[in-house]
């Protein structure tokens, strides 16, 4: 199957964020932050897990999995960002285009469905205790993350092979700031409505379908909290509970949002793509471990080591 296209050039023109100098620079210095700090949180999450054989749990398997999607999530789409922000001309190849359509959608799925996992898990940690070692053993964890990675692979291959035979139109400029595949529905000569059906199944599967169980564990995890009778041990545990949540719905929502509305330039596309693609791995170290008092302790007896 070949790349059909009606002009010679084959590249896409991006507009970008703004086309003010002093705007971009801002704006560079703001994404560089938020991608430097993304990279560092979950890289010094994956390598305490890896470091510390008390964190050789089934929880931080699942948050060391999320770390390293997080790291490939930011890393796809911010670079190319960073590199249009500098750049007077903002252009990719159709095919490089394809190609980060289908690792968004390779680290965007896995992570949905890796948050849900990881809400049952918790779900099971709170409410079944007892029963936790025989419902959530490593052999089944390992196949869960193969079966979460062999579901996002087969969903972005789909979508990106429906892509690869568009016709694309005289008209290569995509009026947003990021290539993602919505964007480039306009400007397609084909009839992109089997492509559009096909990808708004794929986010109410990957997205309903991951947010509801997710929705579902957390309602039973209130419940069990609601039964405490320490109101100390309730609070902590709605405080924890609420930031897990509040990760959970930005980065769901925002997700929705941007690929089930139909591309335009409006405020709220640009502001849940961003959060969606840019924000969302950043805080993710913080609310999923250092909330953790083991994280906490091994922080503190790695940096005791350091120091000595």
Request: with cysteine.
């Amino acid at each position: 199957m070949a790349l059909r296209n009606h002009n010679t050039n084959s590249e896409f023109v991006l507009m970008g964020l703004s086309s003010d100098p002093q705007v971009q620079a801002l704006l560079f210095v703001l994404f560089l932050g938020i991608y430097l700090l993304s990279l560092m949180g979950n890289l010094m999450l994956l390598l305490l897990i890896r470091a510390d054989s008390r964190l050789h749990t089934t929880m931080y398997f699942f948050l060391s999995n999320l770390s390293f999607l997080d790291l490939c999530f930011s890393s796809v789409t911010v670079p190319k960002l960073l590199k249009d922000l500098l750049s007077e001309k903002k252009t990719i190849s159709v095919e490089g285009c394809l190609a980060l359509v289908f690792f968004v959608f390779l680290s965007a799925g896995n992570e949905a469905c890796l948050l849900s996992v990881m809400s049952y898990d918790r779900s099971a940690t709170i409410c079944h205790p007892l029963l936790y070692g025989q419902v959530m053993s490593n052999h089944l964890c390992v196949r869960v993350v193969w079966g979460s990675w062999s579901l996002a692979s087969l969903n972005a291959l789909v979508i990106v092979l429906l892509a690869v035979d568009l016709d694309f139109c005289d008209a290569h400029t995509i009026h947003h700031y990021t290539y993602e595949l919505p964007s480039l529905f306009p400007l397609s000569c084909s009839d992109v409505s089997m492509n559009v059906s096909i990808l708004s199944f794929s986010t109410v599967l990957l997205g309903l379908g991951n947010f509801l169980p997710i929705f579902f564990s957390y309602a039973r995890i209130i419940r069990n909290i609601l039964s405490m009778s320490s109101t100390t041990g309730r609070s902590k545990a709605f405080s924890t509970c609420s930031s897990y949540l509040i990760a959970v719905i930005l980065f769901f929502g925002s997700g929705l949002i941007h690929y089930l509305l139909p591309p335009s330039s409006s405020s709220l596309d640009l502001i849940s793509s961003l959060q969606y693609s840019v924000v969302t791995p950043m805080p993710n170290p913080l609310i999923y471990s250092l909330k953790n008092k083991e994280v906490k302790t091994s922080v503190r007896t790695s940096l005791e080591k350091y120091l000595q």
